[in-house]
């Protein structure tokens, strides 16, 4: 299961704090992404970025920031704007933006209370 | 932007039986037509995908097919087994054009337990 990792794989939070969830790759990989996945909603897509120091947003990018500084280093901050935080957070990257296949990480659980 | 239905949510089949996922999607750009398997718990995996230039690809028990003028694409599983049971995604991607965002379109999943 390397290449691709994400930490912690548990996380829990209170209300109002922001939390930042990890991922690093080792493939050698531009393109990095993170989805949300929710229950009967399938992956969707937060924040993603093309190549270092650029990004974008994706479908719900609300209550979330990201940063790419790193060529295998894509984290993700939940702020405390996003108004229902708690979800399985799953980290991806591909080769490049238009090519090919994603690999995903493990995913994180995080859970707000 | 593009859009994925993804059908059934859920599918039940005895072992050794067929299961078919079927998915449509709206952008008549996209090229590009991944299906991933989740197992509980862990990631999603790519087991198939397939490009508009092709109509069908097989890989041993799992064949998906595409079909661009309907805008819908299928997943086949045959010899269904227990190890087979897992949740689903299609998802959809336009074709590069130089411009625009390229991201991944996923269905809302499909989840298949396959009966022993």
């Known amino acids: 299961d390397g290449g691709i990792t994400q930490s912690p794989k548990y996380l829990f939070r209170k209300e109002g704090q922001n939390v930042t969830l990890s991922c690093e790759q080792n493939l050698n990989h531009d393109a990095m992404y993170w989805y949300r996945q929710d229950p009967g909603q399938g992956l969707r897509l937060i924040y993603y970025?093309?190549?270092?120091?650029?990004?974008q947003k994706g479908d719900i990018a609300e209550g979330y920031s990201v940063s790419r500084e790193k060529k295998e280093s894509f984290p993700l901050t939940v702020t405390s704007a996003q108004k229902n935080p708690t979800a399985f957070y799953l980290c991806a990257s591909s080769v490049g933006l238009a090519d090919g296949e994603q690999y995903f990480g493990p995913g994180t659980r995080l859970t707000v209370t | 932007g593009e859009n994925v239905e993804q059908h059934p949510s859920t599918l039940s089949v005895q072992e050794g039986d067929s299961a078919v996922i079927k998915c449509t999607y709206s952008d008549s750009a996209s090229n590009y037509f991944p299906w991933y398997k989740q197992e509980l718990g862990k990631r999603p995996q790519l087991i198939i995908d397939i490009r508009s230039n092709v109509g069908e690809k097989k890989d041993q028990r799992i064949a998906v097919t595409l079909n661009k003028t309907a805008k819908h694409f299928s997943l086949h599983i045959t010899e269904t087994q227990p190890e087979d049971s897992a949740v689903y995604f299609c998802?959809?991607?336009?074709?590069?054009?130089?411009?625009?965002?390229?991201?991944?379109?996923f269905g809302k999943g499909t989840k298949l337990s396959v009966i022993p």
């Open positions: 970025s093309q190549i270092v120091n650029d990004f």
């Open positions: 998802a959809a991607r336009p074709a590069y054009s130089g411009a625009g965002s390229y991201q991944l379109t």
